[in-house]
């Protein structure tokens, strides 16, 4: 699940790890940042 994903990257060493209910569109409609691509 999204939750046990979230627990691993915190475990690596990501500190921003959010689980997003609803995905990017919930995210959106939040009007929170998304970064298409790489940079």
Not at 25 to 30: D, E, H, K, L
């Amino acid at each position: 699940a999204s939750e046990t994903a979230a627990k691993a990257l915190k475990k690596a060493g990501f500190e921003k790890v959010y689980v997003l209910d609803g995905g990017i569109p919930a995210w959106q409609q939040a009007e929170l940042p998304l970064v298409k691509g790489r940079n």
